[in-house]
């Protein structure tokens, strides 16, 4: 009989780990208790105990004795647990990778993305100077659609409101505070995450808040801008069905093409730059 076959533990659940462990040891132990009593010319096996002690006390060199096999199935039973729990953490680990699912980053940048969107749909083509007035108020309307790199789409709707500052003397543009009122609907927008495709929708839809401090150059941002969102996003994928509540503050870099989150994902602390 190959004995490796009792020793094969291959399962891509903890479940499978653990009934294919027991069905091997109870297999392999039943095996050696029939080697055992094959070893016995004792009809009556319920002196097995004598003629085991008389085996043990009798053994030859380069006999297999019934305590030679009792060590040697000792010793492979242990073999045989170490690969079983071996293999069982490796489920776990697995079970483990996989509900993690997606990456939060990559699903973060996407919902930052869709608010830039909108911010930039908001105020382009709009001029921010207006001759004869040293500080003038901000409040336009913003409708923007992103759509999803592979299908689906992420709609902004709100207002910017604001400040904007004007040089009495030059009439040049000396920068503003602009406040964000958006919210950002989202359907069915798919997006690649590690190579395999995840489909995000609003549960029921993100918040989004912000304080932007504009640069003179109306293209820049200060060191105090930054975002809010807060919501739920249902995601899914290969193995992956998951409600992700967010509550993040994203403090904005210079050119507003990313910037540092902080706050909770999923109910999990985050402090990351991007």
Same mark, same amino acid.
């Given at each position: 009989m190959d004995r490796g076959k009792f020793l094969t533990v291959s399962c891509c659940r903890e479940n499978v780990c653990y009934l294919l462990f027991i069905k091997s040891l109870t297999n392999f132990t039943n095996y050696h208790v029939n080697q055992i009593l094959i070893?016995?010319? /004792?009809?009556?096996?319920s002196n097995l105990n004598t003629?085991?002690?008389s085996k /043990?006390?009798?053994?030859?060199?380069?006999?297999s004795t019934v305590n030679t096999d009792k060590t040697r199935m000792t010793k492979t039973l242990l073999l045989l647990f170490i690969i079983a729990l071996t293999a069982m953490m490796g489920c776990k680990k697995d079970k483990q990778e996989s509900s993690s699912g997606v990456d939060n980053k990559v699903l973060i940048n996407e919902i930052f993305k869709a608010g830039m969107t909108g911010y930039s749909s908001g105020i382009s083509g709009k001029s921010l100077i207006k001759s004869g007035e040293s500080s003038y108020p901000i409040n336009v309307s913003v409708t923007s659609t992103t759509q999803g790199p592979e299908g689906g789409t992420i709609q902004v709707l709100g207002s910017i409101t604001g400040t904007m500052n004007i040089d009495d003397q030059t009439g040049s543009f000396l920068g503003g505070t602009l406040l964000l009122g958006l919210t950002e609907t989202i359907s069915d927008y798919a997006f690649l995450c590690n190579g395999q495709k995840f489909i995000m929708n609003g549960a029921p839809y993100l918040s989004l808040t912000g304080t932007f401090t504009v640069q003179p150059d109306g293209a820049s941002f200060g060191t105090a801008s930054s975002m809010h969102f807060g919501g739920g996003v249902q995601v899914t994928g290969p193995e992956f069905d998951q409600t992700i509540n967010l509550d993040i503050t994203i403090i904005l870099n210079t050119n507003g093409?990313?910037?540092t989150v902080s706050g909770t994902i999923g109910g999990?602390?985050?402090n990351y730059t991007f």
């Open positions: 070893l016995s010319p /004792i009809v009556n096996h003629y085991t002690n /043990i006390k009798t053994k030859k060199c380069g006999v093409t990313g910037g999990d602390q985050v």
